[in-house]
């Protein structure tokens, strides 16, 4: 059944914040953050450390309140969303689950939590590679397999949006390739994702689209090729072929947020 409501949040986009503000102790987190993530591609979200990312996705899964502004997920506070999982799965710590319960024992805890079927346990299992150790104990896994479990968390109720904070940390390069090509196969799906990362080399190949922020202000919001473009030596950016300009990106970037970085030794 399609009702007006209906047509309207699908025209919305996947994930919009507008003005998000949040202060911890007085410290400005994140200010006046305003930008909107659409289906269909990979939306990096960059920042040196501190600068508000983590505090975003959790504004925008609604496991914080803003002093200001609002979080929007396809048109709805994450509060609003019926079946939250089937609409936006987030993996945000990849040890948050009981550490005494088997990777399909925490899915199946998860799903049916959410009233989602048994068989995505094992589809989710399969799609991150872990069905052979389903039933072993997760407090026993290495950093790869639970973030691999984070990821089977994320995309237990077949969401349409997926965040992902730091995917790729303690992967190893095997890893890192397979989530890079899970997250483009997730966007050639139509769906929505946003990723943080510290990875620049695996940002610039894997995401279409930059979202990056300082200090909790939005710096720049704009496809990677142009990003890269516009923040790196012009001279440096001509005499590099264009195959080669993906690696550029961590030049751009340092050049962006010099001046926003939490910490620095002088
Ligand atoms: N629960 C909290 N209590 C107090 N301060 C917090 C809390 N969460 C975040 N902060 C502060 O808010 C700012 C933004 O932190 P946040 O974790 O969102 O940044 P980040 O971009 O995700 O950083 P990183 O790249 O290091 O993970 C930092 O100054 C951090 O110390």
Not at 141 to 164: E, N
Not at 239 to 252: D, F, G, I, S, Y
Request: proline share 5%; charged share 20%.
């Amino acid at each position: 059944m399609t009702t007006a409501n209906t047509h309207t949040f699908d025209a919305a986009p996947a994930i919009e914040a507008r003005g998000l503000t949040k202060s911890y102790g007085g410290r400005t987190a994140v200010a006046d953050l305003s930008f909107a993530v659409h289906a269909g591609r990979v939306t990096g979200f960059l920042g040196p450390n501190g600068a508000g990312k983590s505090t975003t996705m959790r504004l925008l899964l609604g496991l914080e309140r803003p002093e200001a502004g609002e979080a929007l997920i396809e048109g709805r506070p994450y509060a609003a969303l019926i079946a939250p999982m089937t609409r936006v799965g987030a993996l945000l710590d990849a040890k948050a689950f009981h550490k005494g319960r088997s990777a399909r024992g925490h899915l199946l805890a998860l799903a049916r939590s959410q009233a989602l079927p048994d068989a995505r346990v094992d589809a989710v299992l399969d799609l991150v590679g872990l069905s052979s150790v389903a039933r072993k104990r997760a407090g026993g896994f290495s950093l790869g397999m639970a973030q691999r479990l984070g990821i089977a968390a994320a995309l237990l109720g077949d969401p349409r949006i997926v965040l992902l904070d730091e995917p790729v940390n303690g992967l190893d390069p095997q890893g890192i390739l397979w989530i890079r090509t899970l997250m483009k196969q997730l966007a050639a799906e139509g769906r929505a994702v946003l990723v943080s990362s510290h990875l620049m080399n695996e940002m610039a190949v894997t995401a279409d689209h930059l979202l990056v922020i300082g200090q909790g202000r939005l710096l720049a919001d704009c496809p990677t090729a142009e990003f890269i473009e516009r923040h790196t030596d012009p001279a440096v950016y001509a005499a590099t072929p264009q195959v080669a300009r993906p690696a550029l990106l961590e030049e751009a970037f340092m050049r962006l947020t010099a001046g926003a970085a939490e910490y620095s030794a002088h």
